[in-house]
């Protein structure tokens, strides 16, 4: 059989939904189901039926997607047909030329069916406003070290398109959510008033037409983007000789064969993705002798202006493994380089729109030389042409004995 799928008027904007439905059947297709977001016909003969919802939640251990059957009988017996349903809307059909009475007669009980409608709806736009709030704290703007406006999250930095899509997504849900408290309540106060429900509404509702369309255009778009940089993004194994602004340890004097100790698993990887804030390469190297292995993490960003790499330094400094106070960090002030190295064994360095997070134990753990790492980034970022100009001591507020 030949069904169609159509985008019902969303949320609780009841009068749209019903002129809805009863516009399709008048174009021969009738309503046999009802989802979240759409609606599923089946051809008929058009005709002129009649559709109104009923707003009904389910008493406990009820099934939810229908009304009770004595509830159900008492319409059926009025000449309603129930067409389709989800909790809590139910949506009933009169055929052409029944004499099935309205629901109400009197607009102030129907009124008192949207009570708990209206206080849920309420209670659904408070959490998703807290989520949302949340989420542009940890994913945005803030002011790094220099009092500079800049953003500082590295998923943000990394997965940009994906972190956008989220936050649109709860974005929209919320305006969503909102919009159905106002419709529900604005309906409630109308009923109450003796306005009785309008089953033929004519306005057309533009502005949010417009909101919903650029919200969905938004979400595709990022979505697209998303999906682009996860096909985009290269993973294998780590090359001899590093291809990008990275090092191996054989740039720090380490010349050893790559073996994976045997109380590990990962070998030695490379990955390369390229977001809308920065281009990035996670590299981790591990090798090993008969008495020790040797590892180096890298993460290694070019961001798209020294602005972000300024606020993304600021965030790794806040999440570093080996920095629990101030106490483990001592500050190194470079030409074009300032770095910050913690315990001697893991390093934040920034430099123009390059970023780096290198944590590493090598062969020198018992006395590590952070100074032979630092000038070995240093040079591979300038053999790259990504070197640029840092900033100095003063600015980043370190000082240096």
């Known amino acids: 059989m030949k069904y169609r799928y ?19 059947e008048a174009k021969g297709w009738r309503l046999v189901s009802r989802g979240w977001f759409l609606s599923k016909f089946t051809p008929v003969q058009p005709s002129r039926a009649r559709y109104r919802i009923e707003v ?28 389709a349903g989800r909790n809590p809307i139910h949506v009933f059909r009169a055929p052409e030329g029944s004499e099935a009475p309205e629901f109400y007669a009197d607009p102030a009980e129907q009124a008192e069916t949207l009570k708990s409608l209206r206080g849920q709806t309420m209670c659904n736009a408070f959490p998703l406003a807290v989520l949302l709030i949340s989420n542009l704290f940890f994913f945005g703007p803030r002011k790094n070290l220099l009092g500079n406006l800049g953003v500082g999250h590295k998923w943000l930095i990394e997965e940009t398109a994906f972190c956008l899509f989220f936050i649109l997504l709860i974005l929209f849900v919320w305006y969503i959510s909102l919009r159905n408290a106002w419709l529900i309540n ?30 969905l255009v938004l979400l595709a778009l ?5 999906v682009a940089q996860k096909a985009g993004t290269w993973t294998g194994d780590l090359p001899n000789e590093a291809d990008g602004p990275y090092l191996v340890l054989r740039d720090l004097g380490y010349d050893l064969e790559r073996r994976v100790p045997a109380w590990q698993e990962a070998e030695s990887s490379l990955k390369h993705t390229s977001s809308l804030l920065a281009d990035y390469w996670d590299v ?12 180096m993490y890298e993460d290694i960003y070019r961001l798209r202006s020294p602005e972000l790499a300024e ?25 074009d380089m300032t770095a910050w190295v913690y315990r001697d064994l893991e390093i934040v360095a920034v430099s123009g729109n390059m970023v780096a997070h290198i944590t590493w134990m090598g062969p020198d ?19 790259y042409g990504t070197a640029g100009s840092g900033k ?10």
């Open 6 to 24: 159509r985008f019902h008027p969303y949320g609780y904007d009841l009068g749209a939904n019903e002129k809805f439905y009863g516009d399709m």
């Open 56 to 83: 009904a939640y389910p008493g406990w251990m009820e099934d939810g997607s229908a009304m009770p059957p004595e509830q159900l009988g008492v319409y059926e017996d009025c000449g309603w047909v129930y067409a």
């Open 186 to 215: 604005r309906t409630y106060r109308c009923l109450k008033r003796g306005v009785p429900l309008d089953h033929n509404p004519q306005k057309r509702h533009t502005a949010h037409r417009a909101v919903c369309a650029a919200c």
């Open 222 to 226: 990022t979505a697209s983007l998303a």
């Open 284 to 295: 981790y190297e591990v090798v090993n002798t008969e008495n020790d292995s040797f590892w």
């Open 311 to 335: 606020g993304l330094a600021t965030s790794l400094r806040n999440s570093t493994t080996f920095g629990e106070d101030s106490l483990d960090c001592t500050g190194y002030v470079r030409e």
């Open 365 to 383: 753990w018992a006395d590590p030389n952070p100074e032979m790492l630092l000038d070995a980034l240093q040079k591979r970022w300038e053999a």
């Open 392 to 401: 100095t001591g003063e600015r980043w507020g370190m000082w240096t004995e």
